[in-house]
């Protein structure tokens, strides 16, 4: 039997009034919000904040993003976002993302960022060090 994959990050959040539609459901746009706010928490769990990762002298900026609506949230209700390393390449790498609302799946993203090199905004290798952090993460 396979083990259930481990969250690089979770975060809990709990739907605000303001991000709701005329239709009193979340906007879609906010689910990108929330998958952004729980990349940071990764870059927290991986690296110990996002400064500690700009010291490595590299980034990350989203090349794409997929979203897939499942059920709909709506204000007040608490959700968690997930999130897992599903590809390493040489300058990009992939991530998951799960929203789920208790056991329900309220939406699923993958996004995909490419490393880039601060200075010149240019895609460039990660260092080695940065690599080995994300490369663990796929060998468990």
């Known amino acids: 039997m396979t083990e259930p994959r481990r969250p690089i ?23 990108l919000a929330y998958v952004d706010m729980c990349a940071f928490e990764a870059e927290k769990v991986l690296f110990g904040s996002h400064d500690e990762f700009l010291a490595h002298r590299t980034d990350v900026v989203v090349a794409e993003a997929n979203l897939k609506f499942r059920s709909p949230a709506r204000y007040d209700e608490e959700l968690v976002v997930s999130q897992y390393l599903n590809h390493l390449g040489t300058t990009s790498l992939i991530f998951d993302f799960e929203i789920h609302r ?29 690599r080995k952090v994300y490369a663990a993460l796929l060998e468990d």
């Not at 939406?107 to 601060?118: K, S």
Request: glycine share 6%.
């Open 9 to 31: 990050a979770e975060l809990p959040l709990r739907v605000r009034y303001h991000e709701c539609d005329g239709q009193g459901i979340v906007f879609n746009a906010h689910y």
């Open 102 to 130: 208790g056991e329900a799946l309220v939406a699923a993203a993958t996004l995909r960022y490419v490393f880039i090199d601060p200075a010149t905004l240019r895609p460039a290798a990660p260092p080695d060090q940065v």
